[in-house]
């Protein structure tokens, strides 16, 4: 049976996030209900990332194993037709029987927009993190550095992290601002809950001076989430690709 | 009284356009209603582009004269605090008592964006025109030169004009691509009823070669309406900023 490989792009705004939960609509029950519709089978979804609620991708990557003689490339036509305008899949295709969107993995690429306007925006709204204080863009530049290695990220996870190991290799942190829009955009062979938020979190908090650059470091040994930033709004957050 | 001149932004997704219309919100509308709910006056709001339905603005303007002793830049936080999240006061300041936001008018620049890519964007729902053929950005390119100068465009505006005139002068009509986004950017004194989306409709049917580039000089000075392309989708545009 083919493993069948896809990306998806979502605006995650009217979701619960990728997971299935109770009492609630996420992106991964609705492309499963669109599968059923196309095929007549209730498959096993995998997705590889499990974005919160109102967090945005333009390239998350889902695998499942199915029954059906659909050609693979053409189940992005066919679940585009049912599916809602909030998500489509970019591109369907086989994959080996051994591919798994999570575990075949090796790097993440996440995105966080920061509207550093002085007003809000109508255009960014549930689209980016509003902060009207002026930011120093040149600390955040050398702060975003220190992220960069093979660290114990647990001072920049979530309280409710169930990871067995918050080591974390992380290859890049870039910021860079064009107009009032500030972008971080950060890669890593992986990340713990809630890890690109906080350190968007604590970017911010480098730029309004709340942290100093030169405590960043400390923070990260010290392995105390309370030292951090706060974790940035999840509308900022966009799964941008995942390599394989 | 003072004559108070606002810049604004706003996602034109869930309203008729920036004029009053019967039965239905209009973004003109909605900020009366804000300016009476902090001042108690009932303002005469003159916007300088008459947007339709789904059209966007990062730079609309509208002036207004008021009673109130409110402090000309402070509209911009008292009004966005009562204004819905899709509607934006970018700038408030007091003008002179002759300017008039359409009248006062040298120029407006709007932005017409196409999605070109081979399935539709949820991110870019309501916010670009979907065009999944592949299009000759050359040809677009070389066609947009010849909408450059004083024209009598006739042929590129609504039947349902009641201009005087129809002749406008364009400075510029540039064409990009970035990725999967092709950006039409028009610079002119003035633009007809639908002008601007049937410039960008036309250019998309150069693009896919069903109007010639050699074509388009004649189009303009034959002055029918139907040798034109279509009018494309109001929410590819964007009106950027209007001169003075």
Redesign the interface.
């Known amino acids: 049976m083919p493993n069948i490989k896809m990306t998806i792009?979502?605006?995650g705004t009217n979701y619960c996030g990728w997971q299935t939960q109770k009492n609630a609509v996420s992106v991964c029950d609705v492309i499963v209900d669109a599968i059923k519709e196309v095929t007549g089978e209730t498959v096993k979804l995998i997705g590889c990332s499990r974005t919160d609620s109102g967090v945005?991708a333009?390239g998350q990557v889902a695998n499942f194993v199915t029954k059906s003689v659909i050609p693979p490339e053409k189940f992005?036509p066919s679940l585009?037709a049912v599916l809602p305008?909030?998500?489509?899949?970019?591109e369907s295709k086989e994959a080996s029987p051994k591919f798994h969107s999570q575990y075949s993995a090796r790097s993440k690429i996440y995105k966080y927009v920061v509207n550093n306007?002085k007003?809000?925006?109508?255009?960014l709204?549930d689209?980016a993190y509003f902060v009207p204080w002026g930011l120093k863009i040149t600390k955040m530049k050398v702060a975003a550095e220190f992220f960069v290695g093979e660290h114990d990220f647990r001072a920049l996870c979530s309280a409710a992290s169930t990871a067995k190991s918050h080591v974390r290799t992380i290859y890049d942190v870039a910021v860079n601002k064009k107009g009032n829009i500030i972008e971080i955009d950060v890669h890593g062979d992986g990340f713990l809950y809630n890890m690109v938020r906080i350190i968007a979190g604590t970017l911010v908090d480098v730029g309004k001076g709340r942290i100093a650059v030169e405590d960043i470091k400390g923070i990260i040994e010290n392995g105390d989430r309370k030292k951090a930033g706060i974790t940035a709004p999840p509308q900022g957050l966009y799964l941008m690709e995942i390599k394989y």
């Open positions: 792009e979502y605006d945005h333009y992005t585009n305008d909030d998500i489509a899949i970019l306007s007003v809000r925006s109508p255009l709204k689209r």
